[in-house]
C-alpha cells in the first residue's frame, strides 16, 4: 500500500473515531439528565453510568494508539510523513480529552445546579416542631444533620437532611466551584503537564497557578458552605503539601 | 463535454448528498434546478407531524420526486444499454442508499443506563426530617440548653447504653 492511500485510511480511521466520541458524548449528556431525574435527583446512579462512559472513551484512544503502532506507522515510509502522522493522533487525542473534560463539567454541574436549587428550596419548606406544631425556621446554607431549638417551646428538634440536602456537600459543593474556577483549572493543569515536558522553570509556573486556582475554588465552596472558611488555610495547605510531595525542589 | 451517464452519476451523488443534510435552502435550490417546486415549511411540518420514521435530512418523499424527475430527464439521453438499465433501477437503489444512511444514529452505550439504574446503591431516606426526641419514660421533650443524652424530668437516659455516645 502506498503511503498516500495509508494517510488516506488513517484519515477516515481518526474521523471515525471523532465522530464515535462526539456521539458517544452526546448520549452521555442525554442519558446522565435523564438517569438523574428518573432517580428524583439522586446522582449516584449518573456517576456510576459515567464511570461507564469514561471506560468506553479511554477503549477509544487506546484504539488510535493501537491502530498507529499495528497498521500505520508500518505502512509509512520513514520521514516527515511519520512525525506528521502521529501528530494527528496526538491533537485527536487531547481534543477527546477536553471534550471529555467539558461534557463531564456540563452534566455533573448541571446535575448540581439542579440539586442545590432542589434543596433551597426543601429547606425552605415549613418545619414543624413535633412537640408543639410550631414552624421551626432552618438555617439555609447548612446542610447537614443538627438540632434546632423550637422558637415557641424551646424544645430541642432534630434535623436529619433528605438526600437531595445532604447531595449538598457531598457531590453539589464540588461541582459547582469547579465550574466557577473551571478556567484557573484549566491554566493549572496545562501548566502541570508542562513539567512532565521538562519546560524550563515550570514547576515554579505550574504551582502559583495551582494556588491561584485553588485558593478560587475554595472560595467558590465557602460560598455555598459559609462554615468551610474555618477550614481555609488547613484545606489549602494541604493541597499544595501534596502538589510539593510530587514535584520536590 | 462530459458523457450522460457521468452528469447522471453526479446530479444523483448531488441529490443524495443535499437530501442527507440539514442545508434546507441548499436542497430547494437543488430541487429547484431540476424544475420542480420544492415543499413549503408547512407542507414539511405537516408530513414529519403524520409520524413518519425519524431519519436525518430531507423527507424522503422529497428525494423520490427529485430522483424521478433526473430519470425522466435522463432518459432520451441514454445511449447505452448499461445506462438504460441503470436508470430503470435508479429511484428503488436511491432510496434505499438514503434511507439507510438517514437513519438516526444507534445508542453507543448499550446498556451502560440501564446497568447503572439497576445496580446502584441507594443511600439515606429521601425526605429530610425534623422531630423532637422525646422520653421513653415520662414523654417530656429535650428542652434547649440543657444536657442531651439524658431526660431534664425523670433522668432516664435517651441513647441506650454501648451506643458509642460520651459518659
Same mark, same amino acid.
Given at each position: 500500500? *502506498? ?31 435523564? %438517569? ?29 494508539? /493501537? ?13 516527515? *510523513? ?8 496526538? /491533537? ?16 455533573? $454541574? ?17 418545619h414543624s416542631c413535633t412537640q408543639?406544631?410550631? $414552624?421551626v425556621?432552618l438555617k439555609? $446554607?447548612f446542610?447537614r444533620s443538627r438540632h434546632e431549638t423550637c422558637?415557641?417551646?424551646?424544645s430541642v428538634n432534630t434535623f436529619v437532611p433528605g438526600?437531595?440536602v ?32 521538562? /519546560? ?16 478560587? !475554588? ?9 462554615? !468551610? ?11 499544595? /503539601?501534596?502538589?510539593?510531595?510530587? !514535584?520536590?525542589? | ?37 420544492? %415543499? ?85 431516606p429521601?425526605?429530610d426530617s425534623l422531630s423532637a426526641q422525646k ?6 421533650a429535650r428542652p434547649a440548653?440543657s444536657?442531651l443524652r ?8 435517651f441513647f ?5 455516645l460520651?459518659?
Amino acid at each position: 500500500m *502506498s503511503d498516500l492511500e495509508t494517510v488516506k485510511r488513517w484519515d477516515a480511521f481518526l474521523a471515525k473515531i471523532r465522530e464515535r466520541v462526539l456521539e458517544t458524548l452526546a448520549q452521555a449528556e442525554e442519558g446522565c439528565a435523564m %438517569l438523574l431525574d428518573l432517580n428524583s435527583l439522586d446522582p449516584q446512579p449518573m456517576t456510576i453510568a459515567w464511570m461507564a462512559i469514561e471506560n468506553q472513551l479511554h477503549e477509544l484512544r487506546a484504539k488510535i494508539d /493501537a491502530t498507529w503502532f499495528e497498521k500505520v506507522e508500518p505502512g509509512l515510509t520513514p520521514g516527515e *510523513s511519520v512525525d506528521r502522522e502521529l501528530a494527528k493522533s496526538r /491533537a485527536l487525542e487531547h481534543d477527546i480529552e477536553r471534550l471529555k473534560d467539558e461534557t463531564e463539567l456540563k452534566i455533573f $454541574a448541571g446535575a448540581a445546579a439542579k440539586i442545590y436549587e432542589q434543596a433551597r428550596v426543601n429547606l425552605a419548606k415549613d418545619h414543624s416542631c413535633t412537640q408543639c406544631g410550631a $414552624a421551626v425556621p432552618l438555617k439555609q $446554607a447548612f446542610f447537614r444533620s443538627r438540632h434546632e431549638t423550637c422558637p415557641f417551646c424551646s424544645s430541642v428538634n432534630t434535623f436529619v437532611p433528605g438526600s437531595t440536602v445532604a447531595a449538598v456537600e457531598g457531590f453539589c459543593v464540588d461541582q459547582l466551584a469547579k465550574q466557577k474556577t473551571w478556567a484557573l483549572l484549566q491554566k493549572s493543569r496545562q501548566t502541570e503537564r508542562a513539567i512532565r515536558d521538562d /519546560a524550563p522553570a515550570s514547576v515554579t509556573v505550574a504551582e502559583k497557578a495551582l494556588r491561584e486556582y485553588l485558593t478560587a !475554588y475554595l472560595r467558590a465552596r465557602i460560598e455555598i458552605v459559609p462554615e !468551610y472558611a474555618a477550614n481555609f488555610d488547613k484545606d489549602l495547605a494541604g493541597k499544595m /503539601a501534596f502538589f510539593r510531595s510530587q !514535584y520536590p525542589g | 463535454m462530459t458523457a450522460p451517464a457521468d452528469q447522471l452519476q453526479a446530479l444523483v451523488e448531488q441529490a443524495n448528498r443535499l437530501a442527507l443534510s440539514s442545508d434546507e435552502p441548499g436542497w430547494d435550490t437543488f430541487v429547484r434546478s431540476v424544475g420542480l417546486t420544492p %415543499l413549503s415549511a408547512e407542507q414539511r411540518a405537516f408530513i414529519r407531524a403524520s409520524g413518519v420514521p425519524k431519519l436525518k435530512g430531507m423527507l424522503p418523499v422529497e428525494l423520490r420526486v427529485v430522483l424521478e424527475a433526473i430519470r425522466a430527464r435522463f432518459a432520451p439521453m441514454a445511449d447505452s444499454e448499461s445506462m438504460k438499465t441503470d436508470l430503470l433501477v435508479l429511484v428503488d437503489r436511491e432510496m434505499l442508499r438514503f434511507v439507510a444512511a438517514a437513519q438516526p444514529p444507534k445508542s453507543v452505550l448499550p446498556g451502560i443506563f440501564a446497568n447503572a439504574q439497576r445496580t446502584a446503591v441507594r443511600l439515606g431516606p429521601q425526605a429530610d426530617s425534623l422531630s423532637a426526641q422525646k422520653c421513653t419514660c415520662c414523654g417530656a421533650a429535650r428542652p434547649a440548653e440543657s444536657d442531651l443524652r439524658s431526660c431534664t424530668f425523670c433522668g432516664q437516659s435517651f441513647f441506650p447504653p454501648g451506643a458509642g455516645l460520651p459518659a
